[in-house]
């Protein structure tokens, strides 16, 4: 693979978080091996775009797409979602790694990461377990905090008693899941392959997942001031294991979004009314 190339898939990779410490299984965007994919030829690719059974000496990587006249209808005859259109993997091509990223894209069209500086004390924050695309969501009933966080100033998101995900605020259905999903692996199409909750009215991620700090808690801190438009909550207690009490304690949290269960479950986010803004802000 020439540097050009290879350089496009390191931003592809870094863009989406595979290389962050929380993807399950954390890739190091420095060193990562990366072989390149060569597109079948000659009979090969005759074979791959228009026979069932292919040669066994067929090599390589085809793109089937009948409506765009390249390949044979049969072949595209079980694609999910109306999409009538496949890749096709032989021989030494086929997918011997843990990750396939197959794209047509310039780097540039890629969206800008924000800076840490520009995610101060407050501004919402997209926990990095959301590029799993099996992740259901988070639970309204408990609180966690992300550290190392690069969109957040300070390295910390809070997820204050908040449910399903961040980049899905209407969630999806099993039904939906499966056959015309509405959430996606944020900046990218990969569609997510579980249900997933919609957000609560009353605990948007807007509020309920947020760039935040430690603003008390055991021991001497470092603790952090609170923005006038923040307060100082109660958020998480010391589970007693090596470490933990260096994130128990209270953290900043916008003024008046403590949780309250008797005021957190009114009402849900819904598409039929699209009472929860963009289905895809990521």
């Not at 509405?182 to 948007?204: E, H, K, M, N, W």
């Not at 207690?237 to 128990?248: E, Q, V, Y």
């Given at each position: 693979?020439?540097?050009?190339?290879?350089?496009?898939?390191?931003?592809?990779?870094?863009?989406?978080?595979?290389?962050?410490?929380?993807?399950?299984?954390?890739?190091?965007?420095?060193?990562?091996?990366?072989?390149?994919?060569?597109?079948?030829?000659?009979?090969?690719?005759?074979?791959?775009?228009?026979?069932?059974?292919?040669?066994?000496?067929?090599?390589?990587?085809?793109?089937?797409?009948?409506?765009?006249?390249?390949?044979?209808?049969?072949?595209?005859?079980?694609?999910?979602?109306?999409?009538?259109?496949?890749?096709?993997?032989?021989?030494?091509?086929?997918?011997?790694?843990?990750?396939?990223?197959?794209?047509?894209?310039?780097?540039?069209?890629?969206?800008?990461?924000?800076?840490?500086?520009?995610?101060?004390?407050?501004?919402?924050?997209?926990?990095?377990?959301?590029?799993?695309?099996?992740?259901?969501?988070?639970?309204?009933?408990?609180?966690?905090?992300?550290?190392?966080?690069?969109?957040?100033?300070?390295?910390?998101?809070?997820?204050?008693?908040?449910?399903?995900?961040?980049?899905?605020?209407?969630?999806?259905?099993?039904?939906?899941?499966?056959?015309?999903?509405?959430?996606?692996?944020?900046?990218?199409d990969l569609a997510v392959t579980t249900?997933?909750?919609?957000?609560?009215?009353?605990?948007?991620?807007?509020?309920?997942?947020?760039?935040?700090?430690?603003?008390?808690?055991p021991g001497p801190g470092d603790f952090?001031?609170?923005?006038?438009?923040?307060?100082?909550?109660?958020?998480?207690?010391?589970?007693?294991?090596?470490?933990?009490?260096?994130l128990a304690g209270s953290y900043c949290?916008?003024?008046?979004?403590?949780?309250?269960?008797?005021?957190?479950?009114?009402?849900?986010?819904?598409?039929?009314?699209?009472?929860?803004?963009?289905?895809?802000?990521?």
């Amino acid at each position: 693979m020439d540097q050009p190339a290879r350089d496009l898939v390191i931003d592809y990779l870094d863009h989406n978080l595979f290389c962050s410490p929380f993807a399950e299984i954390p890739l190091d965007c420095d060193t990562v091996c990366i072989c390149e994919v060569l597109q079948a030829e000659g009979s090969s690719l005759h074979d791959c775009q228009y026979s069932i059974t292919p040669a066994s000496n067929t090599n390589g990587w085809c793109y089937v797409s009948p409506e765009q006249g390249v390949g044979a209808e049969a072949l595209v005859a079980e694609c999910l979602f109306d999409t009538h259109s496949r890749p096709r993997f032989f021989g030494n091509a086929e997918p011997r790694s843990e990750y396939l990223l197959i794209g047509a894209y310039d780097a540039a069209e890629l969206p800008p990461r924000e800076s840490p500086a520009d995610a101060a004390l407050g501004a919402p924050c997209l926990p990095e377990d959301e590029i799993s695309l099996d992740f259901v969501g988070h639970d309204e009933f408990d609180a966690s905090v992300i550290t190392d966080t690069p969109e957040c100033d300070s390295g910390v998101c809070v997820v204050n008693h908040f449910r399903g995900r961040v980049s899905c605020p209407y969630g999806q259905t099993e039904e939906e899941a499966g056959s015309d999903p509405q959430c996606f692996q944020p900046g990218s199409d990969l569609a997510v392959t579980t249900p997933v909750q919609p957000q609560l009215i009353g605990r948007l991620a807007s509020s309920a997942s947020v760039c935040s700090c430690r603003c008390d808690g055991p021991g001497p801190g470092d603790f952090c001031e609170c923005p006038s438009d923040m307060e100082c909550a109660p958020l998480m207690g010391d589970l007693g294991l090596p470490g933990s009490d260096a994130l128990a304690g209270s953290y900043c949290i916008p003024r008046g979004t403590a949780y309250d269960p008797a005021t957190a479950f009114a009402d849900r986010c819904s598409m039929d009314v699209a009472n929860c803004g963009d289905p895809r802000p990521y």
